[in-house]
């Protein structure tokens, strides 16, 4: 009685049920955590080398005030066509010059060992 006094009999039709919650993210919010994706992280402003679902989600919350949980962000990763799958991350103070001179230290008798173990085997 109440519904039908505050609007027309017209509208007092069954409202359409999907079943499904409505999505919390805007295309337009998608579009720009897609970017922020795609740029990465910025090691001094986020203190970060990659993105972790955690760290999407807490972005995903101080941008734009709307809480999610890291699996709701695993699945919008997924339906925005990015891979679980990463490189390892490369940390920005690494020297690839002292990577080298370490790996040329092997000590000699080493070196001839491993030669010599190889000529035996198969």
């Known amino acids: 009685m109440h519904r039908y ?4 009999l017209e509208d007092l039709k069954n409202q359409l049920n999907t079943g499904l919650p409505p999505r919390k993210l805007t295309p337009d919010q998608k579009a720009i955590i897609a970017d922020l994706v795609c740029q990465g ?3 001094e402003q986020h203190k970060l080398v990659r993105w972790r679902l955690v760290d999407l989600r807490d972005q995903i919350h101080q941008r734009f005030g709307i809480q ?8 919008l990763m997924a339906r925005l066509n990015f891979s679980r799958v990463s490189v390892r991350p ?17 000590p000699s008798w080493l070196l001839q060992l491993s030669q010599s173990t190889r000529a035996i085997s198969p």
């Open 68 to 75: 999610v949980h890291e699996r709701t962000v695993g699945k």
């Open 90 to 106: 490369i940390h920005p103070a690494q020297d690839p010059a002292t990577q080298e001179a370490h790996k040329k230290t092997l």
């Open 5 to 8: 006094n505050e609007i027309a």
């Open 41 to 43: 992280p910025d090691l």
